[in-house]
DNA sequence: TCCTCGGATGTAAGCGTTTGCAGGGTTGGT
DNA sequence: ACCAACCCTGCAAACGCTTACATCCGAGGA
């Protein structure tokens, strides 16, 4: 910085100001230092840069399982805005307990963020008060964080959607496939999903039967074993819904490879869904990554942001993996 | 800092020697220290420390399509290994010409890597010896780039595998779905694949024939909008080989909607594969990135580091979504 | 003509670490 | 008892920027 400043005849000051674009720099000045720049083919050490200001110009973001398609998009999302404003991302995947304690106890991202995305992760009030500590403005995704920003869809209403839509068809024993279980209060998703099946088959007045609905972890195996345990049951369901797309592809490969015929619904809308003809509740993933960096990004240049909340929109998408109940194969096409 | 310094009553000097685990501290020394910054819960602001030690304890990993399948495997792998070690990873995508203009023109990894990982590009010289002026060293998977540590399998071997097995099933229409195409010339794998594809035809015998090689962008509608093509011809292809699983599933897909049988092979072994009961090579991509992960922290640690080269197996995984050239249609499990 | 005001620059004090160098004890060999 | 050789520790100078504050200068206004 120094060279340039000499090479255009100005103090590191102006220099300084001249890159970062400053108002208050004349026109012609500008050019000198911008061609000086330029012939020293000069960049700003973004670290120097960060310890003088004191901004670190990356966000953190917060994932409980970076491998799966879910998080993958909003990630992918989100990443696409902040590089276009040059943002750093750092990712940390918190999937186990060990790992989430560690975490929260050296909150390795103090000092080191200028804004937090949360991305379908519940926190304890310990860990919630750690994340305040840090002072900077968060956003979450899937999911309501009090005190921070919010892009999510209405789980309850999107999985009641999935539920009716299997009762519309007239089945009666729907079984679901679903992550929760008691240990696991941290998956606020997989929760409110749950909550819509039980809600929605008893206001259709179909009694809960526990041994329809598997705990299973997320995934395709996840969502095989659950199928096949579904299919031992002395009278296996007619439909199943299972609480993401990943989770039925595993069910419709247990019932590719056992030749029975079970209706599926997922959620999501993965991008293999169309090829595996999987009725699903569509959401728009990937936007609500962008959406989320652009409330990340009002947050941290606005001096008094207060949290903002977008509800999105969900689809059901009906293709041939669920039919009226009666039947036992499905219309093929 | 200063603060820590203070309780445990010694001198900065100490504290940062103590923190970060150097030698020459006393036992009783570094005891007080310890526990002065866990009181306080202290941690290092990574950035002054990195302003004041010149090391970025980051590695930049540029990809020319984060969002597929691949590279998001490799990406995870990296990642996995260099968290471990609490290194960053500094993620840029190059999908676009334009893109990668900016990245070159710019070089925004200056000053801000210790590392760089590229995956699965092939760089011209003048981007090459802008490479190289970053003054780190890197490490390439997927392909061999000079100078650099390489992780990747026998790309023209594999392919060649793949092709064999279709001749060996009888098949002497052999089409093959590629993303190559001479503009670009950026895509070493595609390139590497064609090639075999090519030579492995010529070396059975068979003549090669251009209107069997369709050229389409990556991802299932690049895929199936090939096989679509494919199949209008007047004598079609009773077998096709694809570059990847993902080109695969578009091209099992079309088939399906078109209700016509023709030998798919695919390469990768997608984690999907395995439902759509395809046939495919599979490598091993996470643990290729985590290996690559590995020989960039040697390269960091390791003062005369010299570019080391991993090959990797890959095997050949017979499914159900070929079959011998005489049946026209599959026989399903 | 004198004074004020505002925009363009320069000066220099941080930002929070790391690290070369020096000082001060200890230890052990002679 | 003396000195070299060590091990600990502290001092203070970087590291490469940003930014509050001071300075300078020309333009208006009275």
């Given at each position: 910085?120094?060279?340039?400043?000499?090479?255009?005849?100005?103090?590191?000051?102006?220099?300084?100001?001249?890159?970062?674009?400053?108002?208050?720099?004349?026109?012609?000045?500008?050019?000198?230092?911008?061609?000086?720049?330029?012939?020293?083919?000069?960049?700003?050490?973004?670290?120097?840069?960060?310890?003088?200001?004191?901004?670190?110009?990356?966000?953190?973001?917060?994932?409980?399982?970076?491998?799966?398609?879910?998080?993958?998009?909003?990630v992918a999302g989100a990443e696409s805005v902040l590089r276009e404003h040059s943002l750093d991302l750092l990712l940390y995947n918190l999937g186990d307990i060990p790992a989430r304690q560690r975490f929260f106890g050296q909150?390795?991202?103090?000092?080191?963020?200028?804004?937090?995305?949360?991305?379908?992760?519940?926190?304890?009030?310990?860990?919630?008060?750690?994340?305040?500590?840090?002072?900077?403005?968060?956003?979450?995704?899937?999911?309501?964080?009090?005190?921070?920003?919010?892009?999510?869809?209405?789980?309850?209403?999107?999985?009641?959607?999935?539920?009716?839509?299997?009762?519309?068809?007239?089945?009666?024993?729907?079984?679901?496939?679903?992550?929760?279980?008691?240990?696991?209060?941290?998956?606020?998703?997989?929760?409110?999903?749950?909550?819509?099946?039980?809600?929605?088959?008893?206001?259709?007045?179909?009694?809960?039967?526990?041994?329809?609905?598997?705990?299973?972890?997320?995934?395709?195996?996840?969502?095989?074993?659950?199928?096949?345990?579904?299919?031992?049951?002395?009278?296996?369901?007619?439909?199943?819904?299972?609480?993401?797309?990943?989770?039925?592809?595993?069910?419709?490969?247990?019932?590719?490879?056992?030749?029975?015929?079970?209706?599926?619904?997922?959620?999501?809308?993965?991008?293999?869904?169309?090829?595996?003809?999987?009725?699903?509740?569509?959401?728009?993933?990937?936007?609500?990554?962008?959406?989320?960096?652009?409330?990340?990004?009002?947050?941290?240049?606005?001096?008094?942001?207060?949290?903002e909340e977008l509800l999105m929109p969900t689809t059901l998408v009906l293709r041939a993996s669920t039919w009226p109940v009666a039947v036992r194969t499905p219309d093929a096409g």
């Amino acid at each position: 910085m120094e060279d340039v400043a000499r090479l255009a005849g100005v103090s590191t000051a102006t220099v300084s100001r001249t890159l970062r674009g400053l108002p208050n720099v004349s026109e012609e000045t500008r050019g000198r230092v911008l061609q000086a720049a330029e012939s020293l083919s000069y960049v700003v050490s973004p670290i120097a840069s960060r310890l003088a200001s004191g901004r670190t110009h990356t966000v953190g973001v917060i994932v409980p399982y970076a491998s799966r398609w879910f998080f993958g998009q909003i990630v992918a999302g989100a990443e696409s805005v902040l590089r276009e404003h040059s943002l750093d991302l750092l990712l940390y995947n918190l999937g186990d307990i060990p790992a989430r304690q560690r975490f929260f106890g050296q909150l390795p991202l103090r000092r080191r963020v200028d804004a937090v995305l949360t991305v379908a992760m519940q926190f304890t009030d310990a860990e919630m008060s750690a994340m305040r500590s840090l002072g900077v403005p968060i956003v979450a995704v899937g999911h309501h964080v009090p005190g921070a920003g919010c892009v999510r869809i209405d789980d309850v209403a999107a999985a009641a959607t999935a539920v009716q839509h299997l009762l519309g068809l007239g089945h009666k024993r729907i079984g679901m496939i679903s992550t929760y279980n008691d240990q696991s209060m941290f998956l606020p998703v997989a929760h409110a999903r749950r909550r819509a099946y039980v809600e929605t088959l008893a206001a259709a007045g179909v009694p809960f039967n526990g041994e329809l609905v598997m705990s299973v972890p997320h995934g395709m195996d996840g969502g095989e074993q659950a199928m096949r345990r579904l299919l031992t049951l002395a009278d296996p369901p007619t439909a199943v819904f299972a609480e993401s797309d990943e989770l039925a592809f595993g069910a419709l490969s247990a019932l590719r490879r056992t030749g029975r015929h079970v209706s599926v619904i997922g959620f999501d809308d993965h991008e293999l869904s169309a090829l595996l003809d999987l009725t699903t509740v569509r959401q728009r993933v990937f936007e609500q990554g962008v959406l989320a960096a652009g409330m990340l990004r009002r947050a941290m240049t606005t001096s008094d942001w207060s949290p903002e909340e977008l509800l999105m929109p969900t689809t059901l998408v009906l293709r041939a993996s669920t039919w009226p109940v009666a039947v036992r194969t499905p219309d093929a096409g």
